[in-house]
Nanobody, 123 residues
Framework: QVQLVESGGGLVQAGGSLRLSCAAS????????MGWFRQASGKEREFVAVITWNHGNTYYADSVKGRFTISRDNAKNTVYLQMNSLKPEDTAIYYC????????????????WGQGTQVTVFS
C-alpha cells in the first residue's frame, strides 16, 4: 500500500519561509511524478508544483513561481517544497500527491494523496 506523509507545516509571518516534506513508502517511486497541491478554506484544491522522479523536471503554478522550490531525495523517497517569501494568500492545507507517469497539474491525474499539512501565513 502506498503511503504519503507530509510534515513541516506551521504558522509563519509574511515574508518568512517554511519547508514541507513528503515521505513516500510502499513501493519504488523511480517512475513516479510527485506533486504538491493546496486548498484554502472555501476554495478548490489547486496545483502548486510537480517534479518528475527520474529526471527531476519541475513545473510550478504562476502564483508560486520564483518563491517556491520543489526538490526530491530519491534515496530517502522524500519530496520537499521550500517556500520562501510567504504571503497570507499562501495559507492553505498543502497536500502531497503521486502519479505513476510524467508530470501533471490536474488533481484527477494523481493516484495517491497524503493527509495534508496546514500552512498559515499571518501579516
Amino acid at each position: 500500500q502506498v503511503q504519503l506523509v507530509e510534515s513541516g507545516g506551521g504558522l509563519v509571518q509574511a515574508g518568512g519561509s517554511l519547508r514541507l516534506s513528503c515521505a513516500a513508502s510502499g513501493r519504488t517511486f523511480s517512475n513516479y511524478a510527485m506533486g504538491w497541491f493546496r486548498q484554502a478554506s472555501g476554495k478548490e484544491r489547486e496545483f502548486v508544483a510537480v517534479i518528475t522522479w527520474n529526471h527531476g523536471n519541475t513545473y510550478y503554478a504562476d502564483s508560486v513561481k520564483g518563491r517556491f522550490t520543489i526538490s526530491r531525495d530519491n534515496a530517502k523517497n522524500t519530496v520537499y517544497l521550500q517556500m520562501n517569501s510567504l504571503k497570507p494568500e499562501d495559507t492553505a492545507i498543502y497536500y502531497c500527491a503521486a502519479r505513476t507517469r510524467g508530470a501533471a497539474t490536474a488533481m484527477i491525474d494523481y493516484d495517491y494523496w497524503g493527509q495534508g499539512t496546514q500552512v498559515t501565513v499571518f501579516s
